[in-house]
């Protein structure tokens, strides 16, 4: 296993190593929630990580706690990051956990340094700081008050529900500081996400954290992500989706297509070759020019969810301001206990 001069980017690494060999434990847990998963316990040299230029990313820099995440979605970008390790990217990436044990203390020392200019931090966005493994490290309680402390501005993308558990640090950190939050859902439809997200919490369990949060006074948006060609993008499920979300109480809603990268491209493509053979062949045709469908498809979705969030009522308002649910869809929606929702 390569975890000598290992870095986030390794192209921009040099020969600086994130850790060193001498630093790994592997850990196995025999309790049913983490049966057949190994964590490898690493002491890293560095937690902030900088997002390379050409990156499509808004934001500079990211703090990763993990690599690997049990979540297992079979179209993850980052299962591509796992190789740098000389591990595998399929299984692999969903049961070989990467922890970075000391990443509480190392962000609080480098945020303290003459160097550092207070810019915004970017979490979940490799994988998931609030996978199950945060269950049992607990780093994100560390991290959050590291950035609280320092009124450091910051984001979290996560599909997972854990991140309830920290709703009073958000809280706190969100009085000193910028904070924003975003919930992953893509679509509602539970036989699809059985099948392409096995590890995460269900749908409903996601926009629940998004209730919660709004509750409590801290904005949540949705990214709708990914919209999933041929499977989840026909325009009823684009509907029922955006109509959850509204229910929700979210902010607002950002779509986004599903890209296929390479490292996860070649896992889905097994996935689906298995599971739905006959859209191989679409698949191929439709991702011929690389990682991301094409442009015309992208608009189109795009199109669709902001004219469906536009008639839900959500995006830019004043705070305050409400959105209504018509009252023919009010009762398909189970979560629904009134036709007019607060923003927060």
């Known amino acids: 296993m390569r975890w ?7 192209a921009a690494a040099g020969d600086t190593a994130l850790f060193g060999a001498d630093a790994v434990t592997t850990r196995t847990f025999d309790t049913p929630e983490f049966r057949g998963i190994t964590f490898h316990e690493v002491r890293a040299r560095s937690i902030l990580n900088r997002v390379p230029g050409a990156s499509r990313m808004p934001f500079e820099w990211t703090v990763n ?8 979605c079979v179209y993850c970008f980052a299962r591509k990051t796992h190789s740098y390790l000389d ?3 399929g299984l692999g990436f969903d049961s ?3 922890v970075k044990i000391n990443a509480p203390e190392l962000l609080r020392r480098q945020l303290a340094s003459r160097t550092w200019e207070g810019a915004h931090i970017a979490m979940g966005t490799n994988v998931d700081c609030y996978q199950r493994a945060e269950g049992r490290y607990r780093l994100m309680p560390g991290i959050l008050t590291a950035l609280r402390d320092h009124a450091n501005p910051f ?3 996560t599909k997972g529900t854990l991140i309830l558990r920290d709703l009073e640090l958000l809280r706190q950190a969100a009085e000193v500081t910028e904070v924003g939050i975003s919930v992953s859902v893509g679509f509602t439809d539970q036989e699809l996400w059985r099948t392409v997200e096995p590890g995460t919490p269900s749908p409903e369990r996601r926009l629940d954290v998004v209730r919660t949060l709004t509750d409590h006074g801290i904005g949540c948006s949705v990214l709708m992500a990914p919209v999933i060609p041929f499977l989840g993008d026909r325009p009823e499920q684009l509907r029922a989706t955006v109509r959850a979300i509204a229910a929700a109480g979210a902010s607002s809603v950002t779509p986004l297509v599903l890209h296929l990268r390479p490292g996860a491209r070649e896992w889905y493509m097994q996935w689906l070759g298995r599971h ?4 191989v062949g679409r698949y191929e045709r439709m991702y011929a020019g690389g990682a991301y469908a094409p442009t015309w498809y992208q608009r189109r979705i795009t199109r669709q969810v902001h004219e469906l969030a536009a008639e ?3 995006g830019p308002a004043r705070r305050g301001a409400s959105r209504r649910i018509p009252a023919d869809e009010k009762s398909a929606h189970p979560g629904a206990q009134a036709t007019q929702l607060t923003l927060l």
Do not use: M
Not at 4 to 10: C, I, K, Q, S, V
Not at 65 to 72: F, K, N, Q, S
């Open 155 to 157: 984001s979290i993308l």
């Open 4 to 10: 000598d001069h290992l870095a986030e980017n390794p």
């Open 276 to 279: 739905h053979p006959g859209l």
């Open 312 to 314: 839900y009522g959500i």
């Open 65 to 72: 706690p993990y690599r690997g995440c049990t979540h297992a």
């Open 87 to 89: 591990l595998d990217t």
């Open 96 to 98: 070989q956990i990467v």
